[in-house]
């Protein structure tokens, strides 16, 4: 059973103390909150209440959002309430509205952050700017009967801020939040379930195995554990493997480290004989060497003994050289002190001088500066004369000026009336100032009463033209109660109704022409309202009526149930007047699949209800209850007896017997036959509930048939205008009225403020004027007065300037005076160094003489006793040379001593008795030496102690007993890879089932789906696995857009967004009947679509939420033995859009518009509440 499609208003809610009530029916809350947060339902004549017996949401699964309220959150301020449907919730409004806010909203408000949404990290930034508080409160279902209220109330104290948790009004901590998600499970995080606005283009480059995890997670979290268990098993078991292979590789390796070490073993004692050998034959030849160094000792000490002796000798020779060559030294030193002292005196002569050349250079220049000075200052009296002239003349100027301008001022008070000092013009100018500024808000607000008028008389217009206009509101009622298909084709025809009068030429052309015009300039507003007119013009040339059901007007309202059981059948019918236009009935039948009439006969008798018949009871025959165009009725009875169908009034057969109906409908039969001069033998007539038909057999006149069957006395499709509607009617006419004759007055005040304003302005621009003028004045007389003070004080500083310039002169005659003065002075100073400079430079002349002649004697003295010096110096370094070898070799038989006694303690008592019996001589004894060396080479890399030849005897015990325990190993992980095996089996056993009847279920959904959208469309899905123990699964999406084209992996690079968008969505609604969760989230996934896919989605939406509908066209009739597939419950969905496209029709989907953002004012929406508790 379908429903009309429901639109909500979701829109700030203001404080207030007035209590809403809503009259759809509510599921009771787990101890709900409290609060000032409702929600406004907008369903003008749309609204149609749940089926009997079912509650709001009854088919809803657990864990789905019965509503949302936020407040201070992001673009919302006052508490905003948004209270879903079960089914298909299509959250509809302009960018920058808070659709995505809503979506974010979801995440924090059940425990998730901000990773999901790909957009600002920190919490605070979500709030409101501005606002230090806000809260976040959503209702899930539990079961039938209970919700769950999670509430997240935030709080911002000192830039930091500070979430609380209550569940059900108990104070809860995040961990209880979180085990909230596992028992409702929520997958916010898996992009099946939950895809907001950020992370859309993230699906399309999932990688195939992240897409094999979200699968599973959206239809069973079990499913995905388990596959998490196979993993780690299947990794834990070729860990184990590789253990076994490493302990088999480490085993063979430490059995060969063994042999080598008993290798190492054997070497090693060969080589300790070999080592005893070499020990005995070094101390011996400690023993030899330490004899022949005591041998040179002795040679030593005597050779020193004899060039001491020499030396001595040699020295008496020197001594008288060695005493003449101190003696001159001593006297060089002496003079080369005395030179120094008279060098640094001269040195300090030269300085004075050149000090006293600066300092006499400065002065000179001092004296021609102040010379210059007093050359500028006679030059400067001269030309002050001359400027003193002009200042003169000036000031007589600005003196002139300002008398014609006092005189202005005075003429000026004279002609306004009113004295110096006086504001009156300022208060007239502010008074003047007041009245315009209280004439632009008095004009501001006629202007908003006229924009309130306007728009409240183009809604009470319109409303005025929906409630009076029958026609489209049956039609809508008739479109909404029908099958699918049927909708679709009636649709399709009205959609493509300008094509077919053109092809078939049913209209003239400039009819076409004439609405193509009216198109153009925004008279006919959209291409649906173009196809009415069209289709009205056709009825009114008696071309084609269709559907009949738009046609027909019930009068007796009371019998409409009655009326509609019997035109039902051909409400979706279409009448052809021309039947002789074959090649448009053709088109009609074949290419729309239309049901189509035509007329056969132009005229039917009609009975009327005669007084007999009253009395008997009948009220009025069939054709009586409705008004249509003739040709419409006459068409209907060429198929419907509704001039011979009548109604009987309710209680006409009470107490009657069978043979009193039976003359009752003989009589009527007479009757009839009389009035249509036809005969009749039959009869279809209406009592109460019940539908009578009577006939008499063809073969005996005596047999008949005389059956009933019950109907519905309510009334689905027909539409009346009922006296509740007339009266609203009444009410909307009379404001319409009201809001004219309100706009005409509005309109006399609004020119007479326009006068009154534009004399106003004329008064106060003449005012500015004067005024403006006024200050000019002022301000060149400010200017005026400033420079004559100027003036004055320039011509006081010249004539004080003069005396200034005499005393300056005399100053500087006086500075001029004292400079030569000091200039005199350092010149007799100069003179005076120069007399001491030539006295030290003779002393120092004098004394470098003898110091010459003192260096010349010493050096002919050296040069006489050199051969002596040379053979002194030469004994000298020979005595050094003998007494370094003796220290050598004293030292040298130290160590040999030292070396004998450790060598000798480590020799035992036999090896220190055959040390006694070697008679070798010391070459001999490193011939053995080396032979020795040669043999250890061989054993190079072996140890070389006795501690070193234990370890490797430990170390050998140690790698048996390790070998030993790896052994015991392999058996321990044997047994273990076993048991991981077998537990692998187990799991794959029943989950590999599952998967592949889940991939069976998802490609025929898929292919059913993408088939829906376009017959030459085309998808399917590929599992791939590693092996046969499923250790790595991917899952591939793969599409074709072309009947011909072969199926392609969907990706970035093969296909364009429009396709990747229509294949993620058909793909996320494949799965839904598989899972558990309570509601999916699609932010803005249908925008990259066109026109055409995007309505095809909307439609197959609209089967998807009705699961009969669903049974009946997508049902899959497979034995499913490992999986269950729920049919029955109704999946909630939230698809968020920024605008919608025209000419859609919503069946079975709630639509929620959000009226916020710029352009909404508060309280703009006030009286849609008023309007709302009406209904």
């Known amino acids: 059973m379908t429903f009309p499609s429901k639109r909500k208003l979701v829109k700030p809610e203001q404080f207030s103390g007035k209590k809403k009530t809503n009259v759809r029916g509510r599921v009771k809350a787990e101890k709900r909150s409290v609060g000032n947060v409702v929600s406004n339902v907008v369903d003008a004549a749309l609204v149609s209440a749940l089926p009997v017996g079912l509650a709001r949401g009854s088919r809803l699964k657990k864990g789905a959002i019965i509503e949302i309220t936020v407040f201070n959150w992001m673009v919302f301020s006052g508490p905003v309430t948004l209270k879903a449907e079960e089914g298909i919730n299509l959250i509809a409004a302009a960018n920058a509205s808070g659709k995505s806010s809503l979506v974010c909203a979801l995440v924090f408000g059940l425990g998730y952050t901000s990773s999901i949404l790909s957009r600002n990290k920190d919490l605070i930034n979500y709030i409101k700017k501005g606002e230090k508080k806000s809260f976040i409160e959503i209702v899930l279902k539990k079961d039938e009967r209970t919700n769950t209220t999670i509430k997240r109330i935030m709080h911002i104290s000192q830039n930091k801020l500070e979430s609380f948790w209550f569940v059900n009004c108990k104070k809860v901590n995040q961990t209880d939040i979180q085990e909230l998600q596992k028992e409702f499970h929520l997958n916010l995080g898996n992009l099946i379930t939950f895809m907001p606005q950020e992370n859309v283009s993230r699906f399309s480059r999932l990688s195939p195995e992240e897409l094999f995890e979200c699968t599973l997670m959206a239809i069973d979290k079990n499913l995905l554990d388990r596959y998490d268990d196979l993993k780690k098993l299947i990794k834990e078991k070729k860990e184990g493997e590789n253990n076994m292979q490493l302990l088999e590789h480490q085993v063979k390796e430490e059995e060969k480290r063994i042999n080598d070490l008993e290798e190492k073993k054997g070497k090693f004692e060969n080589l300790k004989k070999l080592l005893a050998k070499v020990k005995i034959y070094r101390v011996k030849k400690s023993i030899m060497a330490m004899s022949a160094k005591k041998k040179q000792l002795a040679d030593v000490r005597a050779k020193v003994d004899s060039l001491v002796k020499e030396k001595n000798e040699h020295f008496e020779t020197l001594k008288q050289y060695l005493s003449e060559l101190e003696k001159c030294h001593k006297v060089i030193n002496h003079l080369s002190e005395k030179l120094s002292k008279e060098k640094s005196k001269i040195k300090e002569a030269t300085s004075k001088y050149v000090k006293i050349n600066v300092q006499l250079e400065e002065i000179e220049a001092e004296i021609l500066g102040e010379e210059k000075v007093m050359e500028d200052a006679v030059q400067h009296m001269h030309e002050n004369e001359e400027y003193i002239k002009n200042l003169d003349k000036k000031k007589k100027k600005i003196e002139e000026e300002l008398e014609q301008i006092e005189k202005f001022f005075q003429e000026r008070a004279n002609q306004m009336g009113i004295q110096k000092g006086e504001d009156n013009p300022n208060a007239l100018e502010k008074a003047l100032q007041e009245e315009l500024k209280n004439i632009a808000n008095t004009n501001k607000q006629f202007l908003m009463r006229k924009y309130a008028l306007q728009t409240e008389h183009a809604s009470l217009i319109e409303k005025l033209q929906k409630r009076q206009n029958y026609q489209n509101i049956q039609e809508e009622k008739f479109l909404n109660n029908i099958e699918f298909t049927l909708r679709e084709r009636i649709l399709n025809y009205k959609r493509n109704i300008k094509s077919i009068v053109q092809t078939h030429h049913l209209l003239s052309e400039s009819f076409l022409e004439e609405m193509r015009k009216k198109y153009d300039l925004s008279k006919i507003t959209n291409q649906n309202e173009m196809n009415g007119a069209i289709i009205d013009e056709l009825s009114k040339q008696n071309i084609i009526y269709g559907p009949l059901c738009k046609y027909i007007k019930c009068i007796k309202p009371q019998f409409d149930y009655v009326l509609e059981f019997s035109l039902k059948k051909y409400f979706n019918s279409f009448l052809l007047i021309e039947k002789e236009n074959t090649s448009l009935l053709e088109s009609l039948y074949k290419t729309y699949k239309l049901s189509v009439i035509t007329m056969s006969k132009e005229n039917h008798k009609m009975c009327h209800v005669t007084s007999e018949m009253r009395e008997r009871g009948v009220e009025c025959f069939i054709y009586e209850l409705f008004e249509s165009p003739e040709i419409v009725k006459n068409g209907l009875m060429n198929f419907i007896p509704i001039n011979v169908s009548f109604v009987v009034r309710e209680g006409s057969f009470k107490n009657k017997t069978t043979k009193d109906i039976t003359n009752f409908n003989n009589f009527m039969m007479r009757e009839i036959s009389k009035q249509i001069n036809e005969q009749v033998s039959s009869l279809l007539y209406f009592c109460e509930q019940n539908a009578h038909r009577y006939r008499i057999s063809s073969y005996n006149k005596n047999v008949f048939i005389d059956n009933f069957a019950f109907i519905d006395r309510r009334c689905k499709i027909l539409y009346y205008i009922s006296s509740e509607v007339k009266k609203d009617i009444d009410a909307l006419e009379k404001r319409r009225k009201e809001c004219e004759s309100e706009m005409d007055t509005l309109k006399e005040k609004m020119d007479e403020l326009d006068v009154l304003k534009k004399q106003k302005n004329d008064q106060h621009n003449n005012l500015i004027l004067q005024k403006s003028e006024a200050n000019i004045r002022k301000k060149k007389k400010a200017l005026l007065l400033k420079e004559l003070q100027t003036v004055e004080q320039n011509l006081k500083l010249y004539l004080k300037g003069e005396q200034l310039i005499d005393e300056k002169k005399n100053r500087i005659t006086k500075q001029i005076n004292h400079l030569n003065e000091k200039k005199i002075k ?350």
């Open 826 to 1175: 350092l010149c007799s100073d100069y003179f005076d160094t120069l007399k001491e400079h030539k006295g030290n430079d003779m002393k120092a002349f004098s004394i470098w003489k003898k110091l010459s002649q003192w260096k010349r004697y010493l050096l002919l003295i050296k040069s006489e006793n050199a051969e002596s010096e040379k053979k002194h110096e030469l004994l000298k370094s020979q005595i050094d040379l003998e007494n370094t070898k003796h220290a050598a070799l004293t030292r040298d038989i130290e160590e040999l001593e030292n070396l004998i006694k450790v060598q000798k303690a480590e020799l035992s008592k036999e090896e220190l008795k055959s040390l006694n019996e070697i008679k070798v001589s010391l070459e001999e004894i490193d011939d053995i030496l080396q032979q020795c060396a040669i043999q250890q080479k061989i054993y190079n890399n072996l140890e070389k102690n006795e501690e070193k030849y234990n370890m490797l005897v430990l170390s050998i015990e140690r790698h048996n007993e390790n070998v030993k325990q790896k052994k015991e190993q392999l058996i321990n992980l044997g047994k273990e890879i076993e048991t991981q095996g077998k537990q692998i089996q187990f799991i794959l056993s029943n989950w590999v089932n599952q998967i592949d009847e889940c991939i069976l279920f998802l490609n025929h959904n898929l292919g059913k789906f993408i088939a829906f959208i376009n017959p030459d469309y085309g998808a399917k899905i590929e599992l791939v696995k590693k092996n046969d123990l499923y250790e790595r699964c991917e899952l591939y999406i793969k599409v074709k857009f072309k009947k011909t084209a072969p199926f392609l992996l969907l990706s970035v690079s093969h296909q364009s967004g429009g396709e990747r968008s229509l294949t993620t969505m058909l793909y996320i609604l494949s799965i839904q009947k598989l899972t558990k969760n309570g509601f999916y989230v699609l932010d803005e996934l249908n925008q990259g679509l066109d026109q055409t896919n995007e309505k095809k989605i909307f439609e197959l939406l609209s089967c998807l939420s009705n699961p009969t509908m669903y049974k009946q066209h997508f049902m899959h009739h497979h034995d499913y033995k490992h999986i269950e597939i729920d049919y029955q419950s109704k999946p909630q969905y939230f698809i968020l859009t920024p605008q919608i496209i025209r000419d859609i029709f919503f069946k079975d989907i709630t639509v929620h518009y959000l009226f916020n953002g710029f352009g909404v004012l508060s309280g703009q929406f006030d009286e849609v509440d008023g309007e709302l508790d009406n209904l």
